[in-house]
């Protein structure tokens, strides 16, 4: 069975190249997102790896890790870190999972279980490892997104999601489409009349099963 969510994520052992990791301890406690690739030295790839760069701050706003994983080893890792950082124009810190034996991209579900990289290996080989995985402090999966090759992942709408995962999950709300942070926000079916009164003062009734409210300051 895939990895649903709300599952608690695979715990494992790797490489990166920052040193070696166990998952779970490497969380710690915290949000978190692990965006995989299917290879170095990959031209799209490489512009993601960029942009995620570039939102350091954003990340350590909202105390989030970072981590990537891409299926070549970290000698490879560390000399794409250069690329990397010319692109983005700033440093990359954040690491990246060696996963040469296809482990972490198996146990995540981007790859079928008899998976195998050849020799000669190219990207079309593991084309699948293109998701982004955003995972809560309680170490279960909160939303994954899987892109193709050719099209480049949208980051902005990454931290977007973050955000109202975020904002749902100490608040107690939910997000409508298209929100960001600052606009109303939806009030559980969930929740009377008389509890969102108390907790939001005035709400809006759009229908009997979308209410619209501000968040108290």
Excluded at 20 to 33: R, S, T, V
Aim: hydrophobic share 40%; proline share 6%.
């Amino acid at each position: 069975m895939g990895l649903r969510i709300n599952d608690t994520v695979p715990n494992f052992s790797a490489e990166t190249d920052h040193g070696p990791i166990q998952f779970h301890d490497w969380l710690d406690g915290k949000w978190a997102i692990m965006f995989s690739h299917p290879k170095d030295f990959t031209p799209v790839c490489t512009t993601e790896f960029g942009a995620v760069a570039q939102l350091s701050d954003e990340w350590a706003k909202r105390d989030t890790k970072v981590i990537g994983v891409s299926v070549d080893g970290v000698e490879d890792h560390k000399k794409w870190k250069g690329d990397i950082e010319t692109v983005a124009g700033t440093s990359a810190g954040f690491p990246i999972i060696a996963d040469e034996g296809l482990a972490v991209s198996k146990a995540f579900d981007m790859l079928p279980s008899e998976a195998y990289m050849p020799d000669g290996r190219t990207p079309n080989d593991s084309a699948t490892v293109r998701s982004v995985f955003i995972i809560g402090p309680d170490k279960q999966l909160k939303l994954s997104m899987t892109y193709p090759m050719n099209v480049g992942r949208n980051f902005a709408e990454v931290l977007r999601a973050l955000d109202g995962l975020q904002t749902a999950s100490a608040n107690g709300v939910a997000t409508p489409a298209n929100w960001e942070v600052g606009q109303d926000v939806i009030i559980p079916a969930t929740v009377s009349n008389e509890d969102a009164a108390a907790k939001f003062g005035e709400f809006e009734t759009v229908l009997p099963y979308l209410r619209k409210a501000k968040l108290p300051s």
